[in-house]
């Protein structure tokens, strides 16, 4: 989400409302008395859920939805398997870990293969969300380091706690950042020379830790979602966070990966996202579809980083890595390993791609088509030539897709860029839909 998404592609008018049904205003009137101003609904015409299955949401009609949009749900809604390991777990125990429980070393010990390198060696700290599991790395960032700044990208998102929400602008221009937090602009591989980016971003990186150690703040970390989701999703080119890394500790900082969005598989070609830019970054945070829908998340961190933070001060987190949640958590994991979902993740997203690209022989409206694996972004522009964002015309797509029951959204600072971001069982049969349902509202009228 950002703060162009929300304005458009999620905002309601008293037009809109108008056009709704008695039924679904009347909804609408009471979820808003109910919840308040701050909550937002997707889509013009919003949709009903009652019950998913697989890449598919039903509303209470048995209008069947094709789900494009979400990541939380990895390896699809209700998969039996993660049902099951979450009602069992649940009929057994539900506690926490302040207890020994051989569930949690089973999956920390399996999470730790997943990584290379020194962060298997690292240890597993878990939350409930990827919020709680940012806001733990800074933490301890902050307390290792003894200094407060923290870098990002433009449009970040790293969670809605009162810290990390400090250092998450997409939540919109008057939402406060914090006075120690600095940005850089996200390698943005549609307009910037590709053999550039990289160098750019160091460079303004470089610029901004000498902007917070002149102010006295100094710098604790750079955190970064290697696929820059809410900046507009750059998954290309790789390696251009190196050198960043380099800058980022030379200066006495630490590089934290952020991979709520971009882990488990997601790319395709890498089962985390920090891998494919060939670093090893100091933490690494997971969230999101760590658990299949169930909340659970975690912080992975190196030894030297915790043991000063562990020595100063406990930690304990109630909910996180509870029974139930790592019953989900494990449940999961072993489920995208044996369905081989990474690497249907990497031939279905290059069908999607594939896809696209043919379509923007046709429509100029597509200026560029980018990600890894099921993480794409199909960039609308108004004029190739000088590559003005589109953002009405991705709103109209949005919502156009949701007409013909294919829900994705849109993202990018102008919330011009349609993302496309499954569940990773997303099939070649499901991807041929989706483009089929593209084509037919791009055909459409303006």
Known sequence: ????????????????LEKLDPQTRQTID????????????????????????????????????????????????????????????????????????EGILHYGEKLQKTFDGAVREYHVM??????????????????????????????????????????????????????????????????????????????HVAEQIADLERRGEGLAAFIVDSLFS???????????????????????????????????????????GYQRHGICPDIVTMGKPMGNGFPVAATVVAPEIVQGFGRDMRYFNTFGGNSVAIAAAQATLDVNQSEGLQENALRVGQVIQDGVRQLSKRFDVIGDVRGAGLYIGVELVTDREIKTPAAEAATRVVN???????????????????????????????????????????????
């Open 126 to 203: 878990f939350t409930c969300t990827g919020s709680e599991a940012n806001d733990l790395a800074m933490r301890m960032a902050q307390h290792h380091t003894g200094r407060r700044g923290i870098i990002i990208t433009s449009e970040a998102y790293h969670g809605n706690s009162h810290l990390t929400a400090g250092f998450s602008p997409s939540l919109g221009e008057r939402s406060p950042l914090g006075t120690w937090v600095r940005r850089v602009p996200a390698p943005d591989s549609y307009r910037v020379p590709v053999e550039e980016l990289g160098y750019r971003m160091a460079a």
């Open 400 to 446: 156009g897709l949701r007409e013909r029951r294919v829900l994705i959204s849109a993202t990018g600072p102008d919330s011009n860029i349609l993302k496309i971001r499954p569940p990773l069982v997303f099939s070649a049969a499901d991807a041929d839909r989706l483009l089929t349902e593209l084509e037919a509202v791009l055909s459409g009228p303006a």
């Open 30 to 101: 009471r979820r808003a008395k109910l919840l308040g101003p701050a909550y937002r609904l997707f889509y013009q015409k919003p949709v009903e859920v009652c019950r998913g299955s697989g890449v598919h949401l039903y509303d209470s009609a048995g209008n069947e939805y094709l789900d494009a949009y979400n990541n939380v749900v990895s390896v699809g809604h209700a998969h039996p398997a993660v049902v099951r390991a979450v009602s069992e777990q649940m009929a057994t125990l539900c506690t926490h870990t302040r207890y020994l429980q």
């Open 230 to 272: 809410s900046d507009g999703i750059y998954a290309q080119p790789t390696g251009l966070l190196a050198p960043v890394a380099e800058i980022v500790r030379k200066a006495g900082g630490l590089f934290v990966a952020d991979e709520v969005q971009s882990g488990f598989g997601r790319s395709g070609d890498r089962f985390w």
């Open 1 to 16: 989400m950002n703060k162009a998404q929300g304005k458009m592609v999620n905002a309601f008018t008293a037009g809109d």
